[in-house]
Structures are given as C-alpha cells and as structure tokens.
C-alpha cells in the first residue's frame, strides 16, 4: 500500500503563487507516476499534471501549461505542483495520485489517491 498525503492549499489573490506537496509513504518502491488532478465544485475532475516517480517526463494540461510545474524531491518522496499567475479558474481541490504504471491523465488508470488540498484564488 502507498499513502498520500497533499499539503499546501490555501487562499490566494488572482496572480499569486501556492505550492502544493504531496508526501508518499510505504511501498513507494512501486510507484511509476504521480500525477495532480483538481474539482472545483459542481465539475468534474479533472487531469493537471504527471511526473514519473524517478522525476522525469512531466506533461501538463493545456489549461495549465506555461503557469503551472511538476518536480519531485527524491530525498523527500515528496513531488511538487508549483503553481504560479493563479486564476479564479484555478479554484478547486486538488489531489495526487500515483500508479504502478504508466499512466498520464487517465484517473481510472492510478491506484492511490489522496485525500485533498483545497486551493482558491480570489478575483
């Protein structure tokens, strides 16, 4: 088993900045992806970026490319979503994941998930 825990969330203005972390523990050993999602309320959720577990081949949403970056700390087991020129859009809570394999946006397709981290911007 693996856990997840985000860390991060918080109030911002439009323009801002927030990291969010997300600390994996127990059988990290078999992990292959992390990848961060997001709902806002009374949507559905949706993808925003992946990394794999040793760090390499980020890939973004369009909706987030250019504003937002995936790292991880291996020291840490700790992976990163730096989010920066924050929109009201970008109001939602945002969740890691993590997956045995090869995945990108695919929620189904991640085995682990985490409980959440609730980010708003404000206009």
């Known amino acids: 088993q693996v856990r997840l825990v985000e860390s991060g969330g918080g109030l911002v203005q439009a323009g801002g900045s927030l990291t969010l972390s997300c600390a994996a523990s127990?059988?990290?050993?078999?992990?292959?992806?992390i990848g961060w999602f997001r709902q806002a309320p009374g949507k559905e959720r949706e993808f925003v970026a992946r990394?794999?577990?040793?760090?390499?081949?980020?890939y973004y949403a369009d909706s987030v490319k250019g504003r937002f970056t995936v790292s991880r700390d291996s020291a840490k087991n700790t992976v990163y979503l730096q989010m920066n020129s924050l929109k009201p859009e970008d109001t939602a809570v945002y969740y890691c994941?993590?997956?045995?394999?090869?995945?990108?946006?695919?929620?189904?397709?991640?085995?682990?998930w985490g409980q959440g981290t609730q980010a708003t911007v404000s206009s």
């Open positions: 990394i794999t577990w040793r760090g390499g081949s980020p």
């Open positions: 127990g059988r990290t050993f078999s992990l292959y992806t």
């Open positions: 994941a993590a997956a045995e394999r090869v995945v990108f946006r695919e929620a189904p397709m991640y085995d682990y």
